[in-house]
């Protein structure tokens, strides 16, 4: 009875693994909707901590200025490191698409203990010479008091976070994005609500930190995340952590692709963080007006993700099956869902951008300034929903070379040259955010060819 018992289940299993992965609307939308939910909340965390502080009856401006610039500079360095969740994602989702999942028992524990690992390095790189860091970032006077006051709480959440991502890597090669979902969720609700509380205090209770209110906020929301996460991963799989030796095959493979994801990441936040810088240059209402802009574009980044995560997924998947075809159905689908999504977006934005600015800060210079070049950041979400979503898709594929090439195509022959034109021309904010539309569709457009010269004719083979 016992083997009839393992014949039926392992029967079961050989059923699932040549069944053809499912790419229909409806898997789409399972994978995508609690992508899109799990992937604001890193935004959404930053985003809330702008729009509290930024309210603050004293040194508003200033305080959102500083949120600002650390929010770059933070953000650079989890996207740096946080880009080993899509190496992490690919590799598991490949070799699920392939029937060997069973071979890589050993891979996610070292997978994990590598992303910590290399947090702590750059955590202590950094921390030390966080003055010197925001001082060539512009900023000065209170905005640097402010910066450095923020950071130093909020950096230690960062091994927290690249924690927190791995996990959800390994979730999403194994085409899971709900539980995820459910922990950033649970992190973003908390955030909000640590945020009112910590940064203007509650009366005879709770003193008012101000900015660094903001920070404990953000740091208590990570660990409680990272708690959630261990937590879902113990009981809803069956990987341990338990670190065994020797190194997996797949690790080096995972070094590759990461250190490869590394220079694309510095690439692309080279982009980000010069843009923040030239805005500090212009004045603190300058960077208070970018700072606005960059968290609503930042979040519907994330938000437009969501279905690249999908094209993910499924891409790794069905590149471990060599079903080439549905790739490109795929690729087609996900694509479209998203530049519907985007113009979804525009006219939410087109709609409401008075609104958005009003959440963040009340001062009439800062808001002028924003009202005046947002219409820049709604132009860039069509060709975002393009990028982001075949970004993600050749993340699946691990392509993680060429993407390294693009980026730092977009960057060296695209960001900059617009970006420092436009200070000659003293466009301003402008400027700034033409030379992030230019840097996106660089890349929108080289995904684009290099799809259709690779996998198209594959699926003729």
């Known amino acids: 009875m016992p083997q009839i018992c393992e014949a039926i289940s392992n029967l079961g299993s050989f059923v699932k693994m040549i069944t053809p992965t499912n790419i229909s609307f ?29 309210n603050i009856d004293n040194y508003g401006i200033e305080s959102l200025a500083a949120v600002g610039i650390v929010g770059s500079f933070l953000s650079a360095l989890i996207w740096i490191l946080g880009q080993t969740r899509s190496a992490i994602s690919a ?60 950071y130093n709480i909020r950096v230690w959440g960062f091994p927290l976070t690249l924690f927190t991502f791995a996990v959800f890597g390994i979730f999403r090669g194994l085409q899971n994005t709900f539980w995820p979902m459910i922990i950033a969720a649970i992190g973003a609700v908390l955030n909000i609500g640590l945020d009112f509380i910590l940064v203007y205090g509650i009366e005879n209770i709770i003193s008012p930190l101000g900015i660094k209110g903001a920070a404990w906020a953000s740091l208590i929301s990570q660990s409680v995340m990272a708690i959630l996460a261990f937590s879902f991963l113990m009981k809803k799989t069956e990987i341990s952590l338990k670190l065994k030796l020797p190194l997996h095959p797949e690790i080096r493979r995972l070094v590759f692709m990461s250190f490869n994801l590394f220079l694309r990441s510095v690439a692309l936040n080279t982009a980000l963080i010069l843009a923040t810088r030239e805005a500090a240059a212009l004045g603190k209402e300058y960077v208070a007006a970018h700072t606005i802009a960059f968290n609503i574009w930042i979040f519907t980044a994330f938000f437009l993700d969501g279905y690249g995560a999908a094209g993910n997924i499924l891409g790794g998947k069905l590149l471990g099956e060599r ?89 060296i022959f695209g ?14 904010l402008t400027g700034i955010w033409a030379a ?8 929108a457009i080289a995904l684009i060819i290099k799809f259709k010269r690779k996998y198209i004719p594959l699926i003729e083979n």
């Open 26 to 54: 409806k898997r789409i939308q399972q994978l995508a909707i609690p992508a899109i939910i799990a992937g604001i909340a890193e935004p959404v965390l930053s985003a809330t901590d702008a729009a509290v502080v930024g």
């Open 91 to 150: 590799i598991v989702s490949q070799n699920l698409g392939a029937g060997k999942i069973a071979e890589i028992s050993s891979f996610p524990a070292q997978a994990i203990y590598f992303n910590i690992s290399l947090s702590i390095i750059v955590l202590f790189s950094t921390y030390f010479f966080v003055e010197e860091i925001f001082i060539l970032l512009n900023a000065e006077g209170i905005v640097l008091t402010f910066s450095i006051n923020y």
């Open 323 to 411: 079903n080439y075809k549905s790739l490109w159905q795929l690729t087609k689908k996900v694509n479209i869902y998203n530049l519907i999504v985007s113009l979804l977006l525009v006219s939410i934005g087109t709609i409401f951008y008075r609104y958005f600015g009003l959440i963040f800060n009340k001062d009439e210079t800062v808001l002028a300034l924003f009202y005046g070049m947002f219409y820049m950041v709604l132009l860039s979400l069509p060709f975002n929903a393009v990028a982001f979503t075949l970004d993600s898709i050749f993340k699946g594929l691990g392509e993680m070379g060429f993407l390294r090439n693009v980026l730092l195509g977009a960057t």
């Open 415 to 428: 960001f900059i040259p617009v970006l420092y034109f436009s200070k000659y021309m003293n466009w301003g």
């Open 436 to 443: 992030m539309i230019v840097w996106i569709a660089y890349r």
